[in-house]
Structures are given as C-alpha cells and as structure tokens.
C-alpha cells in the first residue's frame, strides 16, 4: 500500500477509531489554519444537483438544477454566496417555466459587473436560454439565446469583457464536445460549432484575462487523452487543437486561468484525473505557460479521487476533489505554489458523515477567499452545501519553491536531489537539517552542497535492482532573520531500479515444426509501467512498433500476427528481440532488451502435382509428368528420384528441374491402365528431405469408346412406317463421356454422295454417353433423298472420347452401316403441312424478329452473302426467335444482305433480310 506523508507521520488509509481521531484533529487545524467554514446552500425539498458557480468582484453566485417541483418539471434556482458564508437570501428561483430545465452553467461578466447564467430549456423546442443577475440576486427576465441541440450535459462557460463561450457535451450517435460564442449582451454569436466529435466529452473552460482555453477528455483520437484549445478574447478561434496529456486513463479535465499577470506571463492550469492500478484514481494537474507544459501530483491517496477542480489566487492554486479514501464519499483539498509544489498537507473540506459529490471552486479576489460547492447526500434528498476557505498568508519564511524529482515522481536517475529555496531575505544554511533514511544532514555533511538558493543532497548510489519509496523531508530551516520554516516539509518519489521484465509466453518452444501464426510476450514493470511508445521489435532484422498492423498491446501482453505482419515463410534461424523502456524518468537506465531465437526445423521442400492430376485420364501414351517443388531454401536438384510404373529415374535420366518444376518426359510408350507416380526423395541445399511423401496414379487410355447399342437400323431395313429417334449408345474403358464437339452422324446414298452431316445443335445428346438426330428431321431427310421405292442408304458415326489430356485428339471411332429405305414413290405420300416464315423490321439494324410454325420441327438458319451458315437454331410449333446479328460465336456481323431459312421435314422456306449498321 502506497503511503502519503502528513506532518512528518505516515498515513497509509483505513477507517480505524485512531484514524477517525486524527480527521478530527486535522478538520480543527485546517478550519484554524485556512480560515474553513461550511455553508449550506440549499436544502429545499427534493433535490438540488450539479451545482455551477462563479465569482464576482465581492460575491460567488451559484446555480443548479432543482427538483423541488418534480423530476418531471426541473428547474434553475441560484444562490448568492458573500466571502464571509452569508447568502444573500434563502435561494431564488433563476427559471421555473413549464417544462424542464436543466444543465446550468453560470459565468461573470467584468464589464458589466454581472453574471450570465446560461441552462438547456425544454418550455418551447429545445432551446438555450439565459438570464442576468448580480450579487443582489437580481434577475432579468428570462431570454432565448438559440437553438440546441438535445442530450446536452456537461456544460461549463467563462467570459471575457467582449464575449462568453459556452461549452458542452451532446451524445447522439457518440460523444461529441461543441461549443457557441455569445456575446455579454446574451445574443448568441453565429452558430454553435464542434470542439472535437466522435468520443470526447468533460469539457471545461477558463478566461485568464487575454485569452480562453477550452480543454476536454478524447477516447477515441489517435493519441488519446486530454485536449486543448485557445479562443481569443473575441471568443474566436486562435490556433489548432494541440495535447495537454497523451494518456488513455486521463479524464475529468478541470481548467483555470493564471490571470492578473501581462499577456506574457498569463496561463492556464489544468487538473485531471488518472487511474492507477495501485491506488486506483489520483488526482494530477499541468501548469501550461507560453506553450511549455509541466506537471505535479495533487494527490495519489489509496482509493479513488475523483471530478477534480482547479482555482487561481494569485499566489499559487487550490485544487479539490471527491475522495473516496473514506466511506461515504468526502470533499478534498489541497493548496500549491506557483512551482506546483504543495503548501500544506491534502484536507477534507466538510465532517459531514454522508456522501460527498462533484466539487466546484471559485476564488474572489477582493476577500482572497474561496467557495467550494458540491452536491451533498447527509439528508435523503441531494442538497448543496459549500465550504469557504482561506488561502494561506504568505510569510518570511522560506519556503521550498521546487525538488526534483518531482513529488510522486518514478525516477531512474542515479542523481542528486535537488530542493530550490525561495525566502524574502536571504537563508541561513547554518540552520538547515535534511532527514533521510532516520539520519539527519546539515551543511557540514558531505552529502550536502548549499549554493545560492539551492540545496543538492545525494546520500550516495540508489538501490540498484529494486524498487524503494524515497521520503526526504526538510525539517528546519531560517533567513538571516531567524524566522523558521512555517513547517517540516516533506516529499517522497520513487526510485526505480529495475528494467521492464520481458518474457515470450507463445510459443512455449524454441524450437518448431512450423511457422507460428502469432508470437505472444509478456511485459511487465513492477515501478513505473510501460512507456508503449518505446516498444520497438525486430524480426529477422524488419522492424516493428505498435503502429503497425500486427502488432497488438493491450497494456500487458505484445501480441504479433505474423501473417500480418507480412511473414508467410521464415528460414530456419529467426531472430526476434525487443526493445522497451519504463516511464520512470531517465527511462533509458531502465530501458530493457530481450533477444529470442527459433530454430525452425525445415519440413524441406514442399511437392505438389502439376500434370497429370491425380486420378485423371490421358490419351497420351508418353505423358508428360510435371511437379511443383517448392522450398524457400532451394532445392537440391541432384537428390531427385522418381518412381514411375515401378522404374526409377533420378536427375539425370528423363528428367529436368527449373525451379519450381519437375519435369519427367518419357523415351517409351506407357502401356494402357493405370499409371503410378511416386517422388521417393528430394532434399533441400540444407539437406532436409521433402515434407511430406508424394504418391498418386493416373490412367492411360488408348482405346476408342465402343458403340453397344443404336435404335435405327436394327435390321437392314427401314419403311414409311418406321418410328423414333435414331440413338447411338456407346461405352469406353476409362471415360464418362463422349467429347460432343467433335462426334457427328452422315447419311449418304450408298455408292453415291453425301446427303447430310449432321453435328453441333444438329445432334440431340440424351446422355453423357449417347448422341443422335430427332426422329422428325432423321426421316424426313431419308424421305426426301430417296428416288426409288426401296433406296440403299449408308450411315457413318464417329464417336470420341474425352479423357482430361489429349495429344492432340482423344481416341476416335468412325464406323458405317448400309440399310434399305422401303418408300411409296417419290414424295407422293405425302401431307402438306402449314410450315410459315416471316421476319421485321426489313432492313432491320439491332436485331431481327423471326416469326416461325414448323409443326414437325425444324432449324432456322442463317447465312451470309456467301452462302456460309452464320446463324442457327432448332424449333418446333409456332414461335419466334430473335436474331440479335451476331454469329453462333457471339461476335457481331457486319451489314449486308442475309437469308434467313426454315428448314422442316415438309419443306425449306428462304427469305432474305437486309441489315443496316
């Protein structure tokens, strides 16, 4: 448990009756020493909540959101606060309209010696409205300022002697800080405009007399964290965004301005606060001059401290806080120099036994007093009680103005301590006493150089491999006057020893089988923490930080994708080391680098079949044989051997490898069947043998498919009265399928010439393994080429695989039949048939529509000038087919003239068309 120094005793937290005891000491001499008096504010029926207050020349105003009429009907009541804890009446009523009104803020006006209050008023749409006052508790009537949008919550304002701005939170889809000028007369100035969008919240904003800076908390910027930015006195914009504090755990930023000085002296002072795992939420603030940001630690007290607030008294700052150290909930305070150095110890400002919430401060500079304000739970409504307080008087005593390191700091620096003095005359060194480690050192000490106004102690080397609270207190020190120290002052930092501890948890092995998809490191540091920004990783000499895509940390664990990361191979020997440093200061002594090896054992050289594929068919009795072999490595070519059908060859014989193919060629003929591949061993230049074994069969098939069955003829004789389709049905050894494109079926007069061929969309193709010509067309084309009553005809089929690799043609089949045809004469018996052809448009130019009846069926076709087939399709009945002047190839042809021509078993009809381009 961390410990916090008070008075020279150690509090280390708890509850006990002695603890309880030392509160109450504490609360009498901080009421005695700080002038401390509580103030109750308001404690009207039902609740009163999120108080806001500012500070006049001669009074504090406070306002808040009321509940006396109902959570459903929220007004703004306001209070006037005198330096000496009068009020200026019981609390008055700032907007009681119809509806509700919420989400108060309040600010002074110098010029006109008047406060604007400002609230969200839902009486009408939702709008902002405002209202005046002054520390006689007078109230304008209420005015519209403008529209706003809803969810408003948050809300902070501060003016100048030309302008106000009002800032705020709105969550719609997220978090979004926006802001709205308006001038002190209560118009609004333009539109409201957007601090920052898309995850930020708290904002908070301060006038330092020359200039307005509006801070606010971002969850979701790249660099997360707290943000500022500048408004002239005008309230227009001056500058861009810049960061206050780069850490994803600061929130609740709180903001006053350093004021009363020349523009060049003015700033601003910024309190936060920071989760840490140890203590839970500390209080942190940043004093910002001319650009130069530095920092010191409020509080780091066991338990949360939480909703701080900031004021400016000329001398120095006064910070508050909620502080949960205590059960219930408490109010805290503490007083720091211009330096950020405390003055005094951190003290509760209310003994109430209840819970205590959101505290707000003002100072009023004309009284040098401040009031702090919060929401109070010591009755079963929420009240608003105050505290005023006194600042310390400045004395002749010296004061410490500076240390370093800085209080609560985490430092690695094996340096001397350093206190810097400030007094208005000068110091006695004769009377200084410095204790540490439960000795005490003056300037007679060799551990102690006195120069000027400053004082350097080293009490010899740091603990060098731990991590140690150092607690140095200056106990007694006076001017040339005689006049001592106001009190024993403490400070205490740490001192870390020891560099962040790094340790790969995945994989678990340094030597493996294959590439791992991540690699998974612990790191830890036991002082400080992890400054992630100085993680840095090398892999095989490619460098990596967190902004890369692969690398993940979540604080804790590194975590690195390697395929991300672009590393889809590694070779045998990796190397991954990292680098990091802690955030102590002077974090280059406790910077920490850690180097791992992998040994990756090669599975070698990976083979994968190219041609044949495993399983398939080829017509080629000397195959080719061709292997993908693979290894980042190389191959070691001279270590091939191959097994094919029993044979070996290796490198020398049939063989030939250009990275990555192996080729195999054979000088024989394989015989027809099943072919066997085996790549029995292949080793990488590093001698690692193949990965993984490589074994598959093919088949050769030399032999052409086999007609088993045809429908027509069955015997050698066909008639008139003959039916059906004429069907060829084939088998074949090896093949599934016939290769259609390159099958067809021929009639020719026997001893004479050929009659018709047909093939392509001539052919019907029931099955995979049949082809044939539909029974219309078949004897009609027999009917009409017959010249005698019985006629000899001669049918020739050719037929043909497809095996999956042909060299250059699959195995064919040609074989004939020769049948009589048995007809009644020459087309004397026959029916005539309604066969019709038309077409429009004629010229047509994007396509032609074709209007057909083919009762039997038949095929349009089309051709060219020359006579040649361009176009064809088969039909049936009545329809229409659609020529879209492209060929059967689907490339466009060209303008000219064109016959399109319906050929049925009744008859052949040819008309010409003409197309246009």
């Known amino acids: 448990m961390k410990q916090v120094i008070i008075l ?34 308001s404690t009207a029926a039902g609740d009163q909540l999120a108080p806001k207050i500012s500070a006049g020349e001669n009074c504090f105003f406070i306002i808040w959101q009321d509940h006396r009429s109902g959570a459903s009907n929220q007004n703004v009541f306001g209070q006037v606060v005198f330096p000496d804890g009068s009020t200026g009446s019981s609390g008055y009523p700032v907007c009681i309209a119809p509806g509700n009104q919420n989400s108060p803020a309040i600010a002074y006006c110098e010029a006109d010696n008047q406060f604007l209050a400002v609230w969200f008023d839902q009486s009408a749409t939702d709008q902002m409205a405002g209202n005046f006052t002054d520390c006689d508790g007078i109230v304008d009537t209420n005015f519209v300022i403008g529209t706003i949008t809803s969810n408003v919550s948050s809300p902070e304002m501060a003016c100048s002697e030309e302008a106000c701005i009002f800032v705020w939170t709105v969550r719609s889809a997220y978090w979004e800080t926006r802001y709205a000028h308006i001038g002190t007369d209560g118009i609004m100035l333009g539109d409201y405009d957007t601090l920052s969008d898309a995850g930020s919240k708290n904002p908070d904003i301060a006038f330092n007399g020359h200039k307005f800076l509006a801070v606010w908390k971002d969850s979701t910027a790249t660099e997360q964290g707290i943000f500022g930015r500048y408004f002239n006195s005008d309230a227009t914009p001056d500058g861009d965004v810049f960061t206050i504090v780069s850490d994803v755990q600061a929130s609740e930023p709180a903001v006053c301005g350093i004021s009363h000085h020349s523009p060049d002296s003015a700033g601003f002072a910024v309190a936060y606060q920071k989760y840490n795992s140890s203590t839970g ?24 401290q939480s909703s701080p607030d900031i004021g400016f008294h000329g001398d120095g700052f006064f910070v508050v806080w909620q502080d949960a150290r205590e059960t219930p909930n408490a109010i805290y305070g503490a007083f720091f120099g211009l330096s950020g150095l ?42 608003i009680y105050g505290a005023i307080i006194t600042p310390p008087e400045p004395t002749d005593a010296p004061t410490v103005s500076s240390v370093y390191p800085s209080p609560a700091a985490i430092s690695a620096c094996d340096t001397p301590m350093v206190i810097t003095f400030s007094s208005p005359s000068d110091i006695d060194w004769s009377t200084l006493a410095i204790s540490f480690d439960g000795a005490i050192y003056d300037t007679s000490s060799p551990e102690i150089t006195a120069e000027d106004i400053t ?9 060098a491999e731990s991590v140690d609270t150092i607690v140095v207190c200056v106990d007694d020190i006076t001017n040339i006057d005689g006049v001592h120290i106001d009190s024993t002052y403490c400070w205490s930092w740490i001192w870390d020893g020891l560099s962040p501890e790094i340790s790969m948890t995945s994989p678990v092995e340094d030597t493996l089988y294959e590439i791992p998809s991540t690699i998974v490191f612990a790191i830890s540091d036991y002082g400080a923490g992890i400054d992630s920004s100085s993680i840095h990783i090398n892999i095989n000499a490619s460098s990596f930080t967190l902004t890369d895509l692969g690398v993940y940390w979540d604080g804790y664990t590194l975590t690195l994708n390697m395929s991300e990361l672009g590393f889809m191979s590694l070779p045998e020997t990796n190397i991954v080391s990292i680098e990091v440093n802690d955030l102590a200061e002077c974090s280059n002594y406790s910077e920490s680098e850690d180097t791992f090896y992998y040994i990756i054992i090669g599975e070698g050289p990976v083979a994968s079949v190219e041609t044949p594929a495993p399983g398939s068919i080829t017509a080629c009795p000397n195959q080719q044989i061709i292997i993908q072999i693979t290894d980042e490595e190389g191959v070691d070519e001279t270590t091939i051997t191959l097994l094919v059908n029993g044979t070996l060859f290796d490198s020398l014989e049939n063989i030939s490898f250009i990275p990555p193919q192996l080729v195999f060629t054979p000088d024989f003929d394989y015989p027809e069947g099943e072919v066997s591949v085996e790549l029995l061993e292949v080793q990488d230049v590093e001698g690692n043998p193949l990965s993984s074994p490589l074994s598959y069969n093919f088949i050769v098939d030399l032999t052409p498919p086999e007609i088993v069955d045809a429908t027509f003829p069955d015997s050698i004789e066909l008639d008139t009265t003959s039916t059906g389709d004429f069907i060829i049905t084939a088998e074949d050894n090896y093949c599934s399928a016939l290769d259609f494109s390159r099958c067809y079926i ?42 005698t009553t019985d006629d000899t005809f001669q049918i020739c089929v050719r037929i043909a695989d497809a095996p999956d690799y042909v060299c250059p043609l699959p195995n064919i089949l040609d074989t004939c039949w020769i049948f009589i045809y048995h007809g009644s004469g020459i087309q004397d018996y026959k029916v005539p048939r309604n066969v019709k052809l038309t077409f429009s448009p004629n010229p047509f130019n994007k396509s032609l529509e074709i209007v057909y009846s083919a009762p039997d069926g038949g095929k349009i076709e089309i051709l060219d000038i020359g006579g040649h087939i361009v176009r064809r399709s088969r039909v049936r009945g009545d329809g229409v087919f659609i020529w879209d002047t492209c060929d059967d190839e689907g490339l466009p042809m060209p303008s000219g003239t064109y016959t399109i021509q319906l050929k049925t078993p009744d008859g052949t009809i040819s008309k010409s068309a003409t197309l246009v381009k």
């Open 342 to 383: 405390p003055i005094g110890e951190e003290f509760p400002l209310s003994d109430a036994g209840s819970s205590q919430q959101a505290p707000k401060t003002e100072f009023v500079y004309q009284d040098s007093t401040y009031l702090t304000v919060w929401t109070d739970f010591r009755t079963a409504n929420q009240d």
């Open 281 to 304: 939420s500390d209080i942190y603030a940043k004093i910002i001059f001319d650009g130069e940001i530095s920092g010191f630690t409020v509080t780091s007290a066991d338990m949360n």
């Open 746 to 787: 021929r009639l020719s007069h026997y001893g004479g010439g050929l009659i018709v061929q047909w093939e392509d969309e001539d052919l019907i193709i029931p099955d995979s393994m049949q082809i044939g010509v539909e029974e219309s067309l078949f004897f009609w084309t027999i009917d009409s080429a017959h010249t």
């Open 8 to 41: 020279g005793s150690k509090y280390t937290g708890g509850i006990g009756i002695r603890n309880i005891f030392m509160v109450i000491l504490l609360l009498i001499y901080f009421a005695v020493v700080y002038g401390q008096s509580e103030v109750a504010i």
């Open 455 to 463: 004082v350097t102690f080293y009490p010899g080397t740091y603990p």
